[in-house]
């Protein structure tokens, strides 16, 4: 799977968009972006995922740059439940385990 | 909502005694994985599994085994528990559109 980098914290206002960014240089062809958060003390929770086109569910939206090198998680309208520890994962789809291996992501604190 | 509990919620227990956790989905999800998250170490993968009595070994699978007799339920079992066994563990399950993983609450096993 390739690497990602993302910056360590994040503070954004309540009510404003959050922008989430993910370098990920070394992606191949075949790998997709997927982004999770973790609540202080829940599970973590999958939020979306892209190949190379933009993607937008209930959630948030992915901005996947032309040359997939980064990405942007958009949190539309943020609230203070929205504050966590967001993940970029970078990884190809297919048989075997699949396990998940977390990076140590991005804490967005949502400011009131 | 993935239909994902787990039991028990908490638990402590004692050096030596065995312990089982249990991960029980309703949504007849094929593949369920065990995960342990400590500080500093983030998410591994201990076992998983990709059907009814079909397991395989993670990145973190000494002293853990694993059971699935039936397709909603995946115990995992520390035959010995050791201080070093402390964590919380989670349980996740594999979904079918893009193969992300939607994760359970997590059980904080204390051993002393």
């Known amino acids: 799977d390739a690497k990602t980098t993302q910056p360590p914290s994040m503070d954004c206002a309540e009510g404003r968009a959050a922008n989430l960014p993910c370098n990920h240089s070394?992606?191949?062809?075949?790998?997709?972006v997927y982004w999770y958060r973790q609540i202080h003390s829940q599970g973590p929770q999958y939020i979306i995922h892209?190949?190379?086109n933009n993607e937008t569910n209930e959630m948030a939206s992915l901005i996947i740059t032309e040359d997939r090198k980064s990405s942007t998680l958009i949190l539309p309208h943020a609230t203070l439940r929205d504050t966590a520890v967001y993940y970029c994962?970078?990884?190809?789809?297919?048989?075997?385990?699949?396990?998940?291996?977390f990076g140590k992501g991005t804490h967005l604190i949502i400011q009131p | 909502d993935a239909g994902i509990t787990q039991s028990p919620r908490h638990k402590v227990t004692e050096t030596g005694t065995p312990v089982t956790l249990r991960c029980h989905q309703t949504?007849?999800?094929?593949?369920m994985y065990w995960y342990r998250q400590d500080p500093g170490h983030g998410l591994r993968l201990i076992h998983y599994?990709?059907?009814?009595?079909?397991?395989d070994k993670g990145e973190v699978s000494d002293g853990y085994s694993v059971s699935r007799s039936k397709t909603e339920d995946f115990l995992l079992t520390l035959e010995s528990a050791t201080s070093s066994q402390t964590s919380v563990y989670f349980c996740?399950?594999?979904?079918?559109?893009?193969?992300?993983?939607?994760f359970g609450p997590g059980t904080r096993l204390t051993v002393t």
């Open positions: 996740a399950i594999r979904g079918d559109s893009a193969y992300e993983q939607y």
């Open positions: 070394t992606i191949s062809g075949n790998e997709y």
């Open positions: 892209g190949l190379k």
């Open positions: 994962i970078v990884r190809s789809v297919g048989g075997g385990a699949d396990g998940l291996t």
């Open positions: 949504e007849n999800h094929r593949y």
């Open positions: 599994s990709y059907g009814v009595k079909d397991t």
